[in-house]
């Protein structure tokens, strides 16, 4: 009945065993009184025997509840993280050592779990303290839990000194009510720029938190911007260094024909000559300020939808050298810009032509849509890419009299439509793909 007290495993089981043994225990009480009769030593023997039969169910008790207990001392030792005890009735065959032999599995089990989730955990705490990039956890009520070196250098205090702070107290509040991903102009005490915010939401301890990772884009941009007015000054310099050379030779040779006294019979035609030369390398110089300005003023695209198919054919005409092969490209239609888009396959079909030309190969022109983009392949059978990296670097050229500003006006033009231009070696043979992948729009469809 509610709030009677219930017997325990272990007086259950002393209760059952005596009961099991009751029947044997009458039996011989009966069998006592009818040799003995009543009397002191039908008593004496009945007491007796009652005395060996309560000790005998008190060892049976103890040596069926004893494995129980070890049981339960195992399984304290789990809950407690304690994976190094192990029974020693472990064996098969048998219902408790059946039981123990599980346990011990179950432990090393968990202790080659728990190792290896602390050596992931070191590792990822190593991998997140040597981060150049900010990393800060929040809890639930918008408390620092975790900051990793770089935010503590970008917060310009130590995690001691920030370790329980508020979101709002360390100026990034806003950035936990913000989206996935942002880019943001922002002061930090350790200095003002632009900065690329992402926000995630995690539980721990069945609890959300907040996540935050913070990337400094100025100086990566800052960075980028210095290589690449390194490599571009380089090829100017170049450039430039191949015209003013010859003429400040040609300059200093004709000042001397004017000073000498009296002048040489051919000293005219000498001058003339090497007037020509300096005009010629003037004029070199005005087309490569031409090219830089062309280059430098490239107006957005002016989209509207066209035939792709046609205006790739007409592109692939105009190259006289060399008969370009067309594939059997399907119909497309496509949002771009005409003018640029054939100027960008003019620059490419002319370059293929220039590598093929060298070894007597080929040059052939397909296209085929493919998860919602236009790809096309110009593939030519020249030698194939050299090794540098200066390929998409204005006015860098490995052609003689190569003007050096054809593949990057293609790749301008081809990023402007929300496109991609890759070049890179054939797989199947020497030379090289120039692919262009273009977005198509969601209406787009195949011409009947």
Known sequence: MPGAPRWSYEHRLLAALLLVALPGLLALAGVVLFVYGAGWKTVTAL?????VTLAVAVALQRR???PLYTLSNLLE???????SLRGSRARRGDAVGEVVWEINLLAQTLREQRLAVEEKTALLT????ALDIAVLSFDAEGFLTLANPAAERLLDRPFMALDGRSAQALGVAGFLA????RVVEHAFPSGSGRWEIRHARFRADGRPHDLLVITDLSRALREEERLAWQRLLRVLGHELNNSLAPIRSMAATVSKLIDLEPPPDDWRGDARSGLEVIGARAEALARFMARYTALARL????LREVAFDELARRAARLEQRLEVKIGAGPPLRANLDPDQIEQALINLIRNATD???TTGGEVALDWREENGSLIVDIVDGGPGLPPSENLFVPFFTTKPGGSGIGLVLARQIVEQHGGILSLENRADARGCVARLRLPLPA?????A
Do not use: Q, T, W
Not at 77 to 83: F, H, I, K, T
Not at 126 to 129: F, G, P, T
Not at 178 to 181: L, P, S
């Open 178 to 181: 913000g989206g996935a991903k």
């Open 443 to 447: 209406a787009a469809a195949a011409l």
């Open 47 to 51: 007491v007796v025997v009652v005395a």
């Open 126 to 129: 190593k991998v997140i303290a």
């Open 355 to 357: 590598a093929a030309s």
């Open 299 to 302: 107006p957005p695209p002016n």
């Open 64 to 66: 069926a509840v004893f």
């Open 77 to 83: 030792a789990l809950r407690e993280g304690d994976y």
